[in-house]
Structure formats: C-alpha cells, structure tokens
C-alpha cells in the first residue's frame, strides 16, 4: 500500500556547512510540521575551503531572517564584488569577473554589443571601463549601492568572503534555537528495509539506533548514505577538470582590504586568495599528474603575501557529481552530492539550491517517483552548466608553456560548451538557459578575459549613429565616475559594519 502521509522525521547525517544549511533552512520553513535531528561527530573534521560565496548567498541569509551585521561579525566577513582572474588567458592576463553588468543595456540591447562595435571599428577600450564592479574593486572600496542615482544602472551586486567554519556554527546556533535536535556520534551501520531497500535508520558508535523518514546526507566525500549504503554511482569529469588535489594554509592579513578574491594560475593548477577580517585564506587547487605535492605546496608558500598562520592541509578529491542526488528515501547534500573546484565560488550555493530545490518538491513518505525525477533533473542540469562554464576557463587558455596547460587547450569539452563558444564568437551573443546559474554577463566577462573576441556584434547596435555611440558610451564612464569617488574605503565599510553598535 502507498503510504501519503506526511515526513514527521528528518535525519542530516553529517555537519558542516551543507548539514547546517540544511537544517537552518527545513527548521525555517518546514520546523512547524516536521522534526529535524543533526547527526555529526566532532572528531570528524570538515574540509572546510568554502570561504568566497556568490550573491545567492544573501538570498539564503534572507530567508532565514539573517541580520547581515551579525552575520559580518559572527563569520569574519569581508564583501566581494568579483573574481580576479591572472595568467589564465595567457601568463601576464589579469580580468575581473565581477557581480555585475558592464554599462547600461539599451533599447533591449545588452551593452557589450554597443562596446563590440566600437572596437571593431577601431577605438581602444576595455568593457572594464565601463564597469562600476570594476572601479569600486580595483579602488578598494564598497558601500552598499542599490542604483546608481536616476540612471537604469543597477548598484553593486556583492557577495562575502568569509570563514566557514564559523558560519556553520551561525548556522548551527540558529537551527538549535529553532528546534533542530542535535546529536554527537559517528555513524557506524545504516540499516535497509529489505522490502524496498530504503534506509530505516543508522546505528551510532554508542549503539544508539535512529530512525527517521528521511534522510539527508551530508557525510562529504565518503557518501555514506547516497554512495555507501544505497550504491549510487559517481561521475567522474576529471577528463574535463583534471585538478584532483588542493593544499591549503591562512595566512597573516595584509593591506588593502581587497572586495575581490584572486585567482591567479601556476604550472599545473591556481591559487585562490580570500581576505577575510582577520586573515587570509590561501590555496592551490592542482592537479597531481603534473606536480607532485611538495612541488605544489612550495608554490603556494612562495606566493603568500603574509606570513602563514598554520600547517599546510592537503586534500584529495575527483570532480563530478552522483548519477542520481535524491534515490528512494536519500538526498545528498554537499560534498556527497558532488565536487566542483572552488573556482567560482559555487559550492555553497549548490548546497542553498539543492536544500532550496528540496523543499519546493518535499515528499510525502511515498516518496513519489514525479518528484526524485523532477529534482534529480534540475540539480543535473545546475551542476553540468556550473561544469561548463568552469571548463570555459582552462578550455580558453592561451598557454602552452607547461604539459598542464597544453592539456587544457586541447582537450576535448562538452558539446553544450563548444556551441556557446561558437556563437559567441561570431557576433557576441549569449543564448541563456533560464535554469544557468551564470548570467549572460558572466559568460561575456570570462570569454573576453580570456581573449574571445568576437568577430561581429547584433545589428541592433547600429541604431545609433557614430557620435550617439561614442557619447552613450562617454556618459557610462562619467556615471561610473561620479558613482566610485564618494564610496568609502572596503576596509572602513567593514570595520564600521562590525562596529558594536
């Protein structure tokens, strides 16, 4: 007999960001109806390397009624307005992938196009310098900016960095008070129905047996639900993203506060920069058939810009994703749902997605087949759009001076990717997929950073004649001006946010 009624009881298995967003965002929406338990040891550690976020992260903090200055206070967060992007196209490239769009879109017209036809007819120009992101970046500074006076300009479009750890106890903070039980202790057994093959409950170190309806796993890379006890498979992309190793060490702050993480490429991989309050992250994501991890690990000390705070972590993993990320009763969450390197900051909003993508589809305990499929599809689809557009960058790489990057230029890639790439370079335009997590100014950004440079543009741009082009575009520069000189300091904004009040 299909059972209707409702899920009554919750188990996260696993902490950590992904376990405490979930349970910060079920005990939010669903805690009136539903009993949400915790499971997570504290001898197990976390990974632990997703400290620069995208803007759906305020999205996530909205929902759940966040007060952002708290948040600032509680995480150590600094504000990001983009990515900055060195040696990637060729050695000696720099670009930022900010937040934002570059100009003002005219007339249904977005405005790379009016600046493509500028170009090629002959004027020197960067899009950058018509990016607001850009100046108040490269200024050092930030404020929180809505739109930019009477103009159609939109304001800043900012994210966080910030430490990770510390927002998954925010987190656990808040769901405890909400009403989310935690408990302390290593899953050691998960026990299957053996009518269905769902799990009925898990069997702690202590012998504590619970049980639950369903069951999140948060585990990480193990996947000791979705792979361990119920067999689903793993996807390996490391043909597409060959990185498979990391090291990581904070280090001491420097100054300027930099709005911006830094992405800069070495031989056989790239190092993130992430200024937080009171330090810096670092890392070097790398791939192991080509350095070795003393080599790689040098390189990341060499590269410091302060003096390190702890030891080198070192961390393995294989990029890709699970076949299916909710089979039967399971859902996976996190690192057991999937790895994507923390190239553009999208591990964490995968994780708010999927719990978001969860609760719109949240299952009576027949666990309808129409709702599996329907979320196994959508969270598919974000996560082989993210896969595309990170492949974009080591894809367009100009470099051939390491067997690495060599690799990454010739290399084969999806044909999703190599259709966008196309059609941008013909005339500049990007189709995109309502369900891509990256806007078209994204795309643009990274293509051009990157020297796609397109041999044409829409002929809608031809509206305007030579001296309206040339003063449209003359007038985003002033505005872009005028908008960046009386911003404050990044680093006083912070400072004053995280000011007791």
């Known amino acids: 007999m299909i059972d209707h009624a409702p899920i009554k009881k919750v188990i996260i298995v696993g902490g950590g960001t992904a376990g405490w967003i979930a349970a910060a965002s079920l005990s939010k929406l669903l805690g009136a109806v539903v009993d949400i338990e915790l499971i997570e040891s504290d001898a197990i550690g976390t990974v632990g390397v997703g400290e620069a976020t995208i803007p759906q992260i305020r999205r996530l903090n909205g929902v759940l009624g966040i007060d952002e200055r708290e948040f600032l206070r509680a995480t150590k967060a600094t504000f990001k307005l983009g990515i900055e992007f060195n040696n990637w196209g060729r050695k000696g490239d720099s670009y930022l992938h900010t937040f934002g769009d570059a100009g003002i879109n005219l007339t249904n017209l977005h405005f790379h196009h009016y600046w493509l036809r500028s170009v090629l007819s002959g004027t020197e120009s960067s899009l950058w310098d018509h990016s607001l992101h850009h100046r108040a970046a490269y200024a050092h500074k930030f ?8 103009t159609s300009m939109t304001g800043l479009a900012y994210a966080y960095h910030f430490d990770a750890g510390e927002y998954a106890l925010f987190l656990r903070r808040y769901a405890e008070k909400a009403g989310v039980t935690r408990t302390e202790g290593k899953v050691e057994t998960v026990q299957l129905n053996p009518e269905n093959g769902y799990i009925q409950s898990v069997t702690l170190e202590s012998g504590k047996i619970v049980k639950g309806d369903l069951f999140i796993d948060c585990s990480g890379f193990r996947g000791l639900l979705i792979g361990d006890a119920l ?16 090291v990581a060490i904070p280090c001491e702050s420097t100054t300027p506060l930099l709005p911006y993480t830094k992405a800069t490429a070495h031989e056989a991989g790239w190092q993130w920069r992430i200024p937080l309050q009171h330090r810096t992250g670092n890392g070097h994501v790398y791939c192991d058939g080509f350095t070795d991890q003393e ?8 590269n410091l810009d302060g003096a390190p ?22 859902v996976s969450l996190g690192l057991a749902s999937g790895f994507l390197e923390p190239l553009e900051s999208t591990s964490i909003h995968l994780i708010q997605s999927n719990v978001s993508r969860l609760i719109q589809l949240f299952p009576n305990r027949d666990f309808a087949q129409a709702q599996i499929d329907e979320y196994n599809r959508l969270i598919g689809k974000e996560y082989d759009t993210v896969r595309d557009f990170l492949i974009l960058h080591y894809k367009l790489t100009q470099r051939d001076d390491t067997e690495f990057w060599r690799y990454c230029r010739h290399m084969d890639v999806p044909d999703s990717l190599t259709a966008k790439m196309d059609l941008f370079a013909q005339n500049g335009t ?21 020297n796609l440079m397109p041999s044409g543009y829409h002929p809608m741009a031809d509206r305007l004649d030579e001296k309206q082009l040339s003063d449209f575009l003359g007038s985003v520069k002033t505005i872009i001006d005028k908008s960046v000189t009386p911003l404050p300091a990044h680093q006083d904004y912070v400072a004053a946010a995280v000011r007791p009040s």
């Open 295 to 302: 080599s790689a690990t040098q390189t990341l000390l060499d």
């Open 143 to 150: 404020a929180h900016l809505e739109r930019v006076g009477k």
């Open 231 to 246: 067999k689903v498979q793993y996807e390996d992309w490391s043909h597409y993203l060959p990185c498979n190793r990391a």
């Open 309 to 330: 705070t702890a030891d080198p972590k070192h961390l393995r993993f294989t990029t890709g994703r699970r076949k299916e990320f909710w089979h039967k009763n399971c």
């Open 430 to 450: 990007i189709y995109h997929d309502p369900e891509d997590l990256f806007r078209e100014s994204s795309w643009v950004q990274v293509m051009l950073g990157q």
